[in-house]
C-alpha cells in the first residue's frame, strides 16, 4: 500500500546532503494576480511517500496540475524505494501558466488512485495592489 505522509507547494524546497535534512521556505498557500492569465516562474512540491510493505523495486506514478476541474499539466515520474520504507519526491514545475482564479491543485496518483492532493488558492486583486503570493 501507498500512502503519502506530506505534500506541500513552495517557491524554495532544499535538500541538504551532507546532512539529508530538507528545508522549504515560502510555503505557497496563495497566488493573487491584478490580471490573467498569469505565469509563475517556479513551483517547487515536496512529498514523502510510504510503502507497506517495504518495495524493492521502482514504482511509477503520475502527478497533475488542475485549476479547479481543468488539467493544466500531466507527467509520470518514477519512485525508486530501493528497499526502504519511505521516499522523497522533489517536483520542480517551471513557468506554469494559470488562465484564472480558482483553486490550483497538485495530485499524486498511482494505480490510477489518487493518493495525495493539495491545493494554492488563486485569486485576482484590484489592478492597483501588489500581487502577492503566501
Keep these: 500500500m501507498l500512502t503519502s505522509r506530506i505534500i506541500l507547494c513552495a517557491q524554495g524546497i532544499i535538500r541538504d546532503t551532507e546532512t539529508d535534512s530538507v528545508s522549504v521556505f515560502n510555503i505557497l498557500e496563495a497566488?493573487?494576480?491584478?490580471?490573467?492569465?498569469?505565469?509563475?516562474?517556479?513551483?517547487r512540491v515536496?512529498?514523502?511517500?510510504?510503502?507497506?510493505p517495504v518495495q524493492?523495486?521502482?514504482m511509477e506514478l503520475e502527478?497533475?496540475?488542475?485549476?479547479?476541474?481543468?488539467e493544466l499539466l500531466s507527467q509520470k515520474a518514477r519512485i525508486e524505494f530501493?528497499?526502504?520504507?519511505?521516499?522523497?519526491?522533489?517536483?520542480?514545475?517551471?513557468g506554469l501558466e494559470i488562465p484564472?482564479?480558482?483553486?490550483?491543485?497538485?495530485t499524486l496518483n498511482y494505480g490510477g488512485e489518487l493518493t495525495v492532493k493539495t491545493y494554492i488558492d488563486v485569486t485576482?486583486?484590484?489592478?492597483?495592489?501588489?500581487?502577492?503570493?503566501s
Excluded: C
Excluded at 63 to 70: G, K, N, Q, T
Design 46 to 52: 515536496f512529498s514523502l511517500t510510504e510503502s507497506e
Design 82 to 94: 530501493q528497499g526502504k520504507k519511505r521516499h522523497r519526491m522533489f517536483i520542480q514545475i517551471r
Design 124 to 133: 485576482q486583486n484590484s489592478p492597483d495592489q501588489k500581487p502577492a503570493r
Design 56 to 58: 524493492a523495486e521502482d
Design 100 to 106: 484564472g482564479p480558482g483553486e490550483l491543485w497538485i
Design 31 to 43: 497566488i493573487s494576480a491584478p490580471k490573467f492569465p498569469v505565469v509563475i516562474d517556479a513551483i
Design 63 to 70: 502527478w497533475h496540475v488542475y485549476l479547479d476541474d481543468s
